[in-house]
């Protein structure tokens, strides 16, 4: 997957990093301990990073790892808390993007562009969206591109015979799908992000590509099209697509989640990234699961400026903090080879960021994934994570405030610009 000119652009938010600066890793002397963050607590992904920290110790016996898997919501209130503390964990998950430059005004991030310049190019430029200033600030072990995963026995059930390509197709599929008595879309309105993935693509599919660039990057939208993509939403919330109580219902915990009610043939869909299929696993006891599940890219948007063809996306990654960021930097390394990337890929835990690994990715879905991603003129970054941090969050709360029946296209993008304002 290439690296988009968006995602480059978030990387540009290095003024932000004025406050302060990243310090070059010192090599350590004797035995280490990593403390380690990640977001690994169900599996597939959580017995994978087990097995990363029992092989890793025994190929080096100086280093001990120290694992803490923390909810994925979780991140975004600990790491800023544990910044500005003096002992930050060693190792934590990063997202790049507009979160990284805000993190790096800590001044506790370690530049690791010297000790990452022998291997990095192994993930081409995927790595710039975790570099601020030019300088590498943490590197990304998987890549994800959201679009629809759906039961095909309930898209048979309701007599429709192929995927949605247009918006007059996904609406006529929600029509049938009620008419049959099934919950159309599955949406985790209670964690706000999964919300947002609606809105950030009617504004890839309004937006042209250079005016998403200046916005990203001028931390500005003032043009129409970011209004009209909030009235596009509006317009889908009106047709009712998702299950009774979205807005209280989580992502990705327990199998009355999101992700859960599809797992269990409860809910026809629900627009996800990449990693849908192995959190589905983990909430059903459905052995058949992956034959039951299909993949589509989010529907064209009449008149829009977009390209029909882009797609969201971004990467799951980890910075290294200052006190062991040598032993840090060897670690991530260790994480972009082949043993891991291929570990990871035939888990179903996302697409692997180092090429080699691609064939390993365990079902035809995620083929079709990595290739839609791979073919795509450009990727762009969620909005919540090319934007600064409080930025995203304002975001993802206007979105989630028009989810619930408040607010207005208009008041997002108010949002969006007053935080903006307060993050120059």
Partial sequence: MRLTRALAAAAALSLLASCGGPAAPQEPTGPITLTWWHNGTSDPIKTVWQDVVTDYQGKNPDITIEAQPIQNEGFST??????????????????GGGDLASQVTSGKLADITDAS???ISTIGDFAKGWQVDGRQLGVPFAQHVVGFWYRKDLFSQAGI?????????????????KSAGLAPIAVGGKDRWPDAFYWNYFAVRECSQQTIESSVKNLKLDDPCWVKAGQDL????????????????????????????????????????DWNPGTMSSLTEDKDLDSKVGW????????????????LGGGDGFSCTTRAAAACAKFLEYLIGPEIQNKLAAA???????EAAVTALKTENLKTVAEHGRNAPYVQMYF?????????????????NLFAGQGSPQGIVDAVNEAADGAK
């Fill in 78 to 95: 600990k790491i800023p808390l544990a910044l500005q503390s003096p002992t930050p964990p060693d190792v934590y998950q990063q997202w």
């Fill in 117 to 119: 310049k022998p291997w």
């Fill in 161 to 177: 015979s192929a995927p949605p390509t247009t918006m007059a197709e996904l609406n006529a599929a929600v029509a049938k799908l």
């Fill in 234 to 273: 509006v317009d889908f919330l009106r047709t009712e697509p998702f299950q009774e109580g979205f807005n209280g219902t989580p992502a990705q915990q327990g199998a009355g989640s999101s992700a859960g009610l599809v797992a269990n043939g409860k809910a026809a869909m629900e627009l996800q990234g």
């Fill in 296 to 311: 589509f890219p989010f529907p064209t948007v009449p008149g829009g400026q977009g390209d029909p063809a882009a797609v």
């Fill in 348 to 354: 179903g835990t996302g697409l692997p960021v180092n």
């Fill in 384 to 400: 919540d994570r090319a934007f600064p941090t409080d930025v995203g969050a304002a975001l993802n709360e206007a979105v989630a």
